[in-house]
T-cell receptor, first 111, second 113 residues
Framework: RKEVEQDPGPFNVPEGATVAFNCTYS??????FFWYRQDCRKEPKLLMS???SGNEDGRFTAQLNRASQYISLLIRDSKLSDSATYLC????????????FGKGTRLSVIA | DGGITQSPKYLFRKEGQNVTLSCEQN?????MYWYRQDPGQGLRLIYY???????QKGDIAEGYSVSREKKESFPLTVTSAQKNPTAFYLC????????????FGSGTRLTVV
């Protein structure tokens, strides 16, 4: 089983739609979780950290389910500018090991 | 402004040549990382360094070498032993525990000609 797994997509959604991405991780002792966004031929950029209690930043909501080893990202009211690849990122113990990146889920928001 | 700079943006290498990719950061980050990304693929860890004069191999270190003589700099050499070097190379940095995630440079696109 891969350490971090994501549905590769692509997800093609109309503007204004709500879209959800899911991610599973294999190491139950994983400690830190992030969502990154990567535009075509660009570097990944941190979108948001994922906290146990769930967290929201504007139209974006991230949730963590430790029991199921599952992370989600919800985007509401999709904009054309949300089109990108979304990377699920996990840190496994010990605390200073490098982050492990999922392969990403590609989103295309269509006018 | 603080940031992480990779150069060059594009690099062409002839078969059998070694090339060195530059990565410099002025964020006062302790740790630095090199990842490789192939089309449609995820990021794969090549090498990382958590303190000066120390570094560890990642998942795909064969055919690559690094040095960490200064906190700000973590150059990557792609040697002729790397059989498929054409890829997008990303350098990142973080504080030691990386609790806030990584900051990435804008990448170097290496092509073998």
């Amino acid at each position: 089983r891969k350490e971090v797994e994501q549905d590769p997509g692509p997800f093609n959604v109309p503007e204004g739609a709500t879209v959800a991405f899911n991610c599973t991780y294999s190491n139950s002792a994983s400690q830190s979780f992030f969502w990154y966004r990567q535009d075509c031929r660009k570097e990944p950029k941190l979108l948001m950290s994922v906290y146990s209690s769930g967290n929201e930043d504007g139209r974006f909501t991230a949730q963590l389910n430790r029991a199921s080893q599952y992370i989600s990202l919800l985007i509401r009211d999709s904009k054309l500018s949300d089109s990108a690849t979304y990377l699920c990122v996990v840190r496994s113990p010990p605390g200073n090991t490098p982050l492990v990146f999922g392969k990403g889920t590609r989103l295309s928001v269509i006018a | 402004d603080g940031g992480i700079t990779q150069s060059p943006k594009y690099l062409f290498r002839k078969e059998g040549q070694n090339v060195t990719l530059s990565c410099e950061q002025n964020l006062n980050h302790d740790a630095m990382y090199w990842y490789r990304q192939d089309p449609g693929q995820g990021l794969r860890l090549i090498y990382y360094s958590q303190i000066v004069n120390d570094f560890q191999k990642g998942d795909i270190a064969e055919g690559y070498s690094v040095s960490r003589e200064k906190k700000e700099s973590f150059p990557l050499t792609v040697t002729s032993a790397q059989k498929n070097p054409t890829a997008f190379y990303l350098c990142a940095s973080s504080f030691r525990q990386g609790l806030d995630g990584y900051t990435f440079g804008s990448g170097t696109r290496l092509t073998v000609v």
